[in-house]
């Protein structure tokens, strides 16, 4: 059974850094496609970031720069290091990923939360 | 950046009720579109994915269709579980985008 387990979630002050971690079980995390997924409080689904298979790298304007997204696969587990936090990076952080048959994002985790605010 | 829309943002209607949300893309993405449901306080779920193709375990009262630049998610005998938010994403280029959501809620 594939399961996704986000952590790394808090309180930080704007300006500064954190990273996010998403344990995975059930498959392998280098063989899928790993995707990083936000919903501010109230507000709607954003695309963040996706780690294809072959290590390519893909952002949202929004955190360009700031957000880099790698896994480690002795760990089988994805991470989102976040820096330059700004308030509007608030939100709760979903892991997800593909399937077979789809690249359209059929695991989620549960999420974690990242509240932004001095 | 592709842009997704949605409409209406907001739809009251009862169990038992045909109703149908559409997605617009602004620039034509194939039919490499999926259809997601949200319960408040819960990851989204997959429903449908390259625009019409049912996710394993979705009941058969939901479909979609559409290419190109329009797509419809209609539900078939509306039941009390269905009343949650739905967004549609593109994934035919990065950045990969979500449609701003559909609330359905009881009338």
């Known amino acids: 059974e594939v399961q996704l387990v986000e952590s790394g979630g808090g309180l930080i002050q704007p300006g500064g850094s954190l990273r996010l971690a998403c344990a995975a079980s059930?498959?392998?995390?280098?063989?899928?496609?790993m995707t990083w997924v936000r919903q501010a409080p109230g507000k709607g689904l954003e695309w963040v970031s996706v780690?294809?298979?072959?290590?390519?790298?893909y952002y949202a304007d929004s955190v360009t720069g700031r957000f880099t997204i790698s896994r480690d696969d002795s760990m089988n587990t994805l991470y989102l290091q976040m820096n330059s936090l700004r308030a509007e990076d608030t939100a709760v952080y979903y892991c997800?990923?593909?399937?077979?048959?789809?690249?359209?994002?059929?695991?989620w985790g549960q999420g974690t939360l990242v509240t932004v605010s001095s | 950046d592709i842009q997704m829309t949605q409409s209406p943002s907001t739809l009251s209607a009862s169990v038992g009720d045909r109703v149908t949300i559409t997605c617009r893309a602004s620039?034509?993405?194939?039919?490499?579109l999926a259809w997601y449901q949200q319960k408040p306080g819960k990851a989204p779920n997959l429903l449908i994915y390259?625009?019409?193709t049912l996710e394993s375990g979705v009941p058969s009262r939901f479909s979609g269709s559409g290419s190109g630049t329009e797509f419809t998610l209609t539900f078939n005998s509306l039941q009390p579980e269905d009343f949650a938010t739905y967004y549609c994403?593109?994934?035919?280029?990065?950045?990969?985008?979500f449609g701003p959501g559909t609330r359905l809620e009881i009338k």
């Open positions: 997800a990923t593909d399937g077979p048959g789809t690249s359209s994002l059929r695991y």
């Open positions: 059930g498959f392998t995390v280098s063989s899928n496609y």
């Open positions: 780690l294809h298979t072959g290590d390519r790298t």
């Open positions: 620039q034509s993405i194939s039919r490499w």
């Open positions: 390259k625009a019409s």
């Open positions: 994403q593109q994934y035919y280029t990065y950045p990969y985008t």
